[in-house]
């Protein structure tokens, strides 16, 4: 039996976005970092006060499902 051949993994192209939250602190990004890392397609989420950095697979999310996510936990979010 032949093992069909492996190729490398292609990366995947992401975007790179910041995103507003007012009234989010340190301890509040993080929660919303983790929530954002919960979905598919976001590869990384680095919050800062007010705002939160974001790297995100553009074919399978758009902004604006990021800006959904967050406003769910409970922020005001926007784009910056």
Same mark, same amino acid.
């Given at each position: $039996?032949? &093992?069909? /051949?492996?190729?490398?993994?292609? /990366? @995947? ?6 995103? !507003?939250?007012?009234? $989010?602190?340190?301890?509040? !990004? *993080?929660?919303?970092?983790?929530? =954002?890392?919960?979905? !598919?397609? @976001? =590869? ?10 974001? %790297?995100?697979? /553009?074919?399978? %999310?758009?902004? $604006? ?6 406003? &769910? &936990?409970?922020? *005001?979010?926007? $784009? =910056?």
């Amino acid at each position: $039996m032949t &093992q069909a /051949p492996t190729y490398p993994s292609i /990366p @995947v192209r992401s975007i790179r976005t910041l995103i !507003g939250v007012r009234g $989010m602190d340190k301890e509040a !990004g *993080l929660r919303v970092a983790a929530g =954002l890392l919960a979905l !598919g397609g @976001v =590869l990384k989420a680095t919050p800062d006060d007010g705002q939160i950095e974001v %790297h995100y697979d /553009p074919s399978q %999310h758009t902004v $604006m499902d990021l800006i959904r996510a967050i406003r &769910q &936990q409970g922020f *005001l979010a926007g $784009m =910056l």
